[in-house]
């Protein structure tokens, strides 16, 4: 088993070309000895500044988003070629808001994430249960339904990142255990090993999501099947060089 561990900003819709160029300046020489994979999934608009901002950097500019058709009538939507100019390679899909606010549903998901990667580009896929289906004691019926769907017709799994993010978790502080978290990541990975092939599953980088900050990070991370973090409110800050440095 030798996954790189992966972690990910999501700064949602926050920051401006200013004040994100500063806190990329400033994580920059925080962030360059990591030993893991380093991106920062920016609001659309931003991606040409950003990317100008980490230059020369390990810190790669992802995006929070991708239409699944390649050009066309779809306002306010944002194509493959258009996130590949500015050399894009991640994309977030399917994160909970947009299932909350926005009519994503697994089957968008899917469209989505199968364009990212005919692009070339790797999805960071998000599923996750809520609060209720916790307590209803649903959440591996669920998550096995999201992998069924979001992954149905994905080639190779292998090149997909998948973002376990707890919607209770989400922006609540209210961070799922080591336990519960190593717990449900192990679940995802054994039912990807179900839907594809055990050995693929062994290969697929997951990460956790939810209230992930400096303090908890290195608990989750020294769990074997938590591989990284997608990370929405400490990425906003220089807290996200701690946490990406969480084995140092
Ligand atoms: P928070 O870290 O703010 O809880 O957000 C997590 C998240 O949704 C990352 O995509």
């Not at 972690?7 to 926050?14: D, H, P």
């Not at 998901?109 to 609060?131: D, H, Q, S, W, Y």
Request: with cysteine.
């Amino acid at each position: 088993m030798n996954r790189k561990p992966f972690i990910a900003g999501n700064w949602k819709m926050n920051m401006t070309a200013e004040s994100g160029a500063k806190l990329i300046g400033e994580l920059k020489p925080l962030v360059k000895d990591a030993d893991c994979d380093v991106a920062l999934c920016v609001p659309a608009i931003l991606i040409p500044a950003m990317t100008e901002a980490a230059k020369g950097s390990n810190i790669k500019i992802g995006a929070q988003n991708m239409h699944w058709e390649p050009k066309g009538a779809y306002t306010g939507e944002i194509d493959a070629d258009m996130l590949k100019e500015y050399g894009v390679e991640y994309v977030i899909i399917g994160h909970s808001e947009r299932r909350q606010y926005f009519g994503e549903t697994d089957e968008t998901v899917n469209k989505r994430t199968k364009a990212v990667l005919a692009a070339g580009m790797t999805p960071i896929m998000c599923i996750g249960e809520t609060l209720t289906e916790r307590e209803g004691g649903i959440t591996e019926k669920v998550l096995s339904a999201q992998l069924e769907t979001d992954l149905a017709g994905v080639e190779d799994v292998t090149k997909v990142v998948i973002a376990y993010e707890p919607v209770w978790a989400i922006g609540t502080g209210r961070t799922a255990t080591d336990e519960q978290a190593q717990e449900t990541i192990a679940f995802i990975r054994k039912k990807i090993g179900e839907l594809f092939c055990p050995k693929c599953a062994e290969k697929v980088i997951i990460q956790y999501g939810g209230s992930m900050n400096a303090g908890n990070c290195k608990g989750l991370m020294a769990q074997p099947d938590i591989d990284g973090g997608l990370i929405g409110g400490a990425s906003l800050k220089l807290d996200f060089a701690t946490i990406v440095n969480y084995n140092k």
